[in-house]
């Protein structure tokens, strides 16, 4: 059973620079998620995606970050010049609208992606 | 989707249950309980979740109280490797509700030798 997979898992860039994050899904899931979490915090929801379309956005990703799912499987969230505030974790999630109530949209993260921003 | 409270720390020995409470007090009739935890500098993991009914799976077991209004998490026999934050979550599974998990603080176990 492959799970989420989210790569680099660790990137320290310079402010001003722009970063671009990938997320591989579980194979059959057609709901992506994007999530950022700071020190000490739970995860912030960014946005999300059904297939290929972006379907939600939250106000925190501001128009320096953009997200994409261009074939409906894997996805990519790019910062634009960067700054120190945008350090953090970023963790993709992944859920299937199909399957028994008990596991139907269950959201299962990946390892995340440590942003450090200099 | 309704908020939750938890305390925020606990401590439990190695090998004795850990019982984690939430409290949901304004859930709606739709609405699930799910549970993660996030062991450190990882991404969160899935546990459970549960409607009305008591659920058990191979990691845990969910009790929710028949009001609704508050659950709690068993570990029926912590380890070393328990040690994480347990976010409790509500969320409505219906066509049209907001996708997103929402995430509180948590609560930070700690599965002491």
């Known amino acids: 059973d492959t799970g989420v997979s989210q790569d680099p898992r660790h990137k320290i860039t310079k402010r001003g620079q722009n970063v671009t994050f990938r997320c591989d899904p579980i194979?059959?899931?057609?709901?992506l998620y994007w999530y950022r979490q700071t020190l000490g915090q739970g995860p912030e929801f960014l946005t999300y995606?059904?297939?290929?379309?972006?379907?939600?956005k939250s106000r925190l990703l501001s128009d320096r970050f953009s997200a994409e799912r261009p074939k409906g499987s894997f996805s990519t969230l790019e910062i634009q010049r960067t700054e120190q505030g945008d350090s953090a974790m970023y963790l993709c999630?992944?859920?299937?609208?199909?399957?028994?109530?008990?596991?139907?949209?269950?959201?299962?993260f990946g390892p995340g992606t440590r942003l450090t921003v200099l | 989707d309704a908020k939750t409270t938890q305390p925020p720390s606990m401590d439990c020995a190695e090998g004795r249950a850990a019982n984690l409470p939430c409290n949901h007090s304004t859930i709606s009739g739709n609405e699930y309980v799910y549970w993660y935890r996030q062991i450190h500098s990882q991404g969160p993991q899935y546990i459970i979740h549960?409607?009305?009914n008591n659920e058990t799976n191979e990691m845990a077991s969910l009790i929710i109280t028949e009001d609704r209004k508050s659950s709690t998490l068993i570990l029926p026999h912590a380890t070393l490797r328990d040690t994480a934050v347990y976010y409790c979550i509500v969320r409505v599974l219906t066509p049209g509700s907001a996708r997103q998990l929402t995430f509180g603080s948590g609560t930070q176990l700690t599965v002491l030798p």
């Open positions: 995606f059904q297939n290929e379309a972006q379907l939600e």
């Open positions: 549960g409607l009305k």
């Open positions: 999630a992944s859920s299937a609208t199909t399957g028994t109530s008990g596991r139907r949209d269950t959201q299962y």
């Open positions: 194979s059959e899931h057609n709901r």
